[in-house]
C-alpha cells in the first residue's frame, strides 16, 4: 500500500509524551508512537517531529515570572523531549537527527534547513526542538513553520481528542466534530485547535493540517496511509 503523503510534519504534545504520569517521560509510550513512526518510515514516508515541553514546564502558568524567560525554560523542556523520543526510535532501529533552534552544539544539531532536507533524503527522522527559538512563539507556531519550510505535503497534530469539535467535548456531550474545515472558518468561528498565528502560517503557505487523537498510535500509519481520521483542515 502506497502512502497518501511523502513527508509529513508530526506534532507530539509534552502532554503526550508523559502519558497517564500526566509528568515526565513514559518510555512506554515513546516507544508505542515509536513503532507507529517505524511503520510509516518503513513505508517511505519522510518524518519531521516537532515536540512541545509541556510534560516538564507550562510557561503560561508560571505565575509573575517574566515571559521571555519561561519561554526560555519551555523551549529546554523541548529540547529534553526530543532527546527521549530521539532515544525511543534509535532503539526501534531507526536513523534519527536532532535539530534544536536554540544553538547546543555538545547536544544537538543546529537547526539548518539545508542540512534538515538532506538527513530526509537518506531516510533519516529529524527531530526539532525548542521551538521557533524565540519567546513568544507557541510549538504549535514552531510546528507551522517547519512544516512551511521542509514543504512537507502536511502537518499532523496529534492531541488527545480525535478531531476539532465546536465546543470541548470532554466538558460537553452535545459537542459535534467536523471532518473538514478552512482555515477561515477557523479563525471566524474561534476554534482552538491551534493559535492563530500557527493556522495563518498554514494557510499563508498551503500546508493542510490533520488533527487526530493519539491515544490510538496507529492513527500515525493510518494518517500517512490516508484513511479517513480526525479532522482535514485545508
Known sequence: M????KRV?????GEALAGQKKQGLDYDIINTFGQSIKKC???GVEIGIVVGGGNFWRGRSSGAMDRTRADHIGMLA???NALAVADGLEHLGMEVRVQTAISMPQVA????RNKAMRHFEKGRVVIFGCGTGN???STDTAAALRAAEIEADIFFKATMVDGVYDKDPHKYSD???YDKLTFSEILAKGLKVMDSTAAALCQDNNVPILVFDLSRPDNIYDACMGKEIG???E
Open 41 to 43: 518510515v518503513d513505508a
Open 9 to 13: 510534519l508530526l506534532k507530539l504534545s
Open 78 to 80: 523541548t529540547a529534553m
Open 231 to 233: 479532522t482535514i483542515v
Open 135 to 137: 519567546p513568544f512563539f
Open 175 to 177: 459537542a459535534v466534530k
Open 2 to 5: 502506497e502512502p497518501k503523503y
Open 109 to 112: 544539531e543546529p537547526y539548518i
